[in-house]
């Protein structure tokens, strides 16, 4: 049975058992991603959200053929896989721009011409969010991109614990990560939700359209500042992707959900 299969074996049969034994919380912002090197996530599922841009140019390059995806916090760590493996394209962004001497930065059309390569990617929340996962049971990169087939996922794992981490914005909250925690887990309506969760899914519940959540978040405006608005309108694409990407051993994969 494939994976698809499996999902929907779980919903028909014991899926409102799993979901209703889910505990479900969302990190906000920033600052409690720095806290989760204290946490014990052994027996959590995550899933980290960086809508504009990180997580869907990453979702966008492995649905379109990238073979692996690694993230790290510095630039300086970048450089040194580079040493390590020849032949991987170094992407990322500060202040929204593509770092000096990388070949991408992190558009998601950029991500879309490196078929068969792997990449080294920094960036200034995405990369350190999924870092900050990496004691988690499983990891998955989330987007608006692929939110049904993260929500197929979740359904086949069925997670005693889930924690959505919204990768922000600098030091802030990033009213786009928070309103794709509360869209995702509209789809666990009989989960144990934390104080958090709930905040995530009245923010969801504010905009059914997902283009105009992104566009009413800072980063959106930005961005269509920046003459990107097309960037913006491909990231609020709502499960395009029937593929979730999957970290381990600091490697980003995909699995196909279909």
Same mark, same amino acid.
């Given at each position: 049975?494939?994976?698809?299969?499996?999902?929907?074996?779980?919903?028909?049969?014991?899926?409102? #058992?799993?979901?209703?034994?889910?505990?479900?919380?969302?990190?906000? %912002?920033?600052? =409690?991603?720095?806290?989760?090197?204290? &946490?014990?996530?052994?027996g959590t599922h995550c899933v980290v959200l960086d809508v504009l841009r990180a997580t869907s140019a990453m979702v966008t390059g492995l649905a379109e053929g990238v073979e692996a995806i690694c993230p790290v916090t510095t630039i300086e760590e970048a450089l040194a896989m580079r040493e390590g493996c020849p032949g991987v394209v170094l992407g990322g962004e500060r202040h929204g721009d593509r770092i000096e001497g990388f070949e991408v930065g992190n558009s998601p059309f950029e991500y879309r011409q490196l078929s068969g390569r792997k990449v080294v990617t920094t960036t200034t929340n995405g990369t350190v969010a999924l870092r900050a996962c990496g004691g988690a049971r499983k990891v998955a990169v989330g987007a608006v991109l692929?939110?049904?087939a993260v929500t197929e996922w979740l359904r086949v %794992?069925?997670?005693?614990?889930?924690?959505?981490?919204?990768?922000?914005?600098? =030091?802030?909250?990033?009213? %786009?990560?928070? *309103?794709?925690?509360? &869209?995702?887990? =509209?789809?666990?309506?009989?989960?144990? *939700?934390?104080?958090?969760a709930r905040v995530a899914l009245a923010v969801s519940g504010q905009w059914k359209d997902p283009l105009e959540?992104?566009?009413?978040?800072?980063?959106?405006?930005?961005?269509?500042? #920046?003459?990107? &608005?097309? =960037?913006?309108?491909w990231c609020a694409t709502e499960s395009l992707y029937p593929v979730v990407g999957e970290m381990e051993g600091g490697w980003i994969r995909s699995g196909a959900f279909v």
């Open positions: 049975m494939g994976s698809l299969g499996r999902a929907r074996e779980a919903r028909g049969v014991g899926g409102a #058992k799993l979901e209703a034994e889910m505990k479900i919380d969302v990190a906000l %912002e920033p600052a =409690e991603i720095e806290r989760l090197g204290t &946490r014990d996530l052994g692929n939110l049904g %794992e069925g997670p005693e614990r889930l924690l959505v981490v919204c990768a922000g914005t600098f =030091e802030t909250l990033a009213l %786009e990560d928070v *309103w794709a925690a509360g &869209r995702l887990l =509209e789809g666990f309506p009989g989960a144990d *939700w934390t104080d958090s959540a992104l566009l009413a978040s800072r980063n959106g405006r930005v961005l269509v500042g #920046k003459g990107r &608005r097309a =960037e913006v309108e």
